[in-house]
Nanobody, 123 residues
Framework: EVQLVESGGGLVQAGGSLRLSCAAS????????IGWFRQAPGKEREGVSC????????YYADSVKGRFTISSDNAKNTVYLQMNSLKPEDTAVYYC????????????????WGQGTQVTVSS
């Protein structure tokens, strides 16, 4: 059974940091791209960042570039999203997802999704 389990969300003040984790199981992790997406109330789900477990290539949305860092521990089948200098507009439910396609933040390309973790940034 494929599972993606996010953790690490919470409430933080603006300027603070959080590290999200995405633990994967049930598929060949080394073959997949893992992406982080977020969805704020009333807004569409948007791609934040993704990383290829094959070659380590990464992508960041402009809104998080320079503040967020994605990394992968293939031995633990886990992807991390280090979020620094958080802003109130980063408040959303954050989801991780997996695709065997190339590095992309097109949510339609992703086959497997986690249940999400809430990140709330207070001003």
């Amino acid at each position: 059974e494929v599972q993606l389990v996010e953790s690490g969300g919470g409430l933080v003040q603006a300027g603070g940091s959080l590290r999200l984790s995405c633990a994967a199981s049930g598929f060949t992790f080394d073959d997949y791209v893992i992406g982080w997406f977020r969805q704020a109330p009333g807004k569409e789900r948007e791609g934040v960042s993704c990383i290829s477990s094959v070659d380590g290539s990464t992508y960041y949305a402009d809104s998080v570039k320079g503040r967020f860092t994605i990394s992968s521990d293939n031995a633990k089948n886990t992807v991390y999203l280090q979020m620094n200098s958080l802003k109130p507009e980063d408040t959303a439910v954050y989801y991780c997802a997996a695709t065997i396609v190339v590095v992309t933040t097109n949510k339609e390309e992703y086959d497997y999704w986690g249940q999400g973790t809430q990140v709330t940034v207070s001003s």
